[in-house]
């Protein structure tokens, strides 16, 4: 849910307190969890992209696909592995890369694996990327302009350039 941190204090008890205001309703929540423990996850909040902007990039991996006469997906995959800042690298050890490769990649099409060396003994580094299913606006914006470039290399007709910046537009809303 979308939030805003309000207060960060201190009680005499030395406990930290943290206040939270949102627009949802969060009393059936409230009820359900007051008087346990929780787990809480805070991450700065980014607009999800729009199916509009989903529905393009489709379009345009369709059209790439269908010149350089290659599968969609790999047009999709190509793609990802040059989107800024959808991976992380993580070092495992050797015994569980298989099943973290394998676990990664039954999450969709674009949920990617290179594996790398490590300089741990018995260990591998796994750069995972996420598939666009996570991105946020400014990520799909970044798959679509990459998209865009290559059709326009090979000229394949894209979405003008002032209808493109609307739509880019309407993803901060």
């Known amino acids: 849910m979308k939030a805003r941190l309000k207060d960060l204090s201190i009680s005499m008890d030395g406990d930290f307190r943290l206040t939270v205001t949102t627009l949802d309703d969060i009393r059936a929540l409230w009820d359900d969890l007051k008087d346990g423990d929780v787990r809480i ?9 729009s199916l509009t902007a989903n529905s393009y990039a489709w379009v345009l991996i369709d059209k790439l696909a269908e010149k350089l006469n290659v599968g969609k997906i790999d047009v999709y995959r190509a793609t990802i592995l040059n989107v800024g800042g959808v991976s992380t690298t993580v070092c495992v050890k050797d015994i569980a890369a298989d099943a973290l490769e394998s676990t990664w990649r039954e999450r969709g099409l674009g949920w990617l694996v290179e594996r790398n060396e490590s300089k741990l003994a018995g260990c591998t580094n796994l750069t995972l990327y996420y598939g666009s299913s996570v991105y946020d606006k400014k990520q799909m914006g970044q ?24 739509l880019k537009e309407s993803w901060k809303q």
């Open 41 to 49: 996850e805070i991450k700065r909040w980014h607009d999800k992209r």
């Open 143 to 166: 798959l679509i302009d990459r998209l865009v470039d290559e059709c326009k290399e090979l000229n394949i007709e894209t979405m003008p350039p002032a209808e493109l910046a609307a």
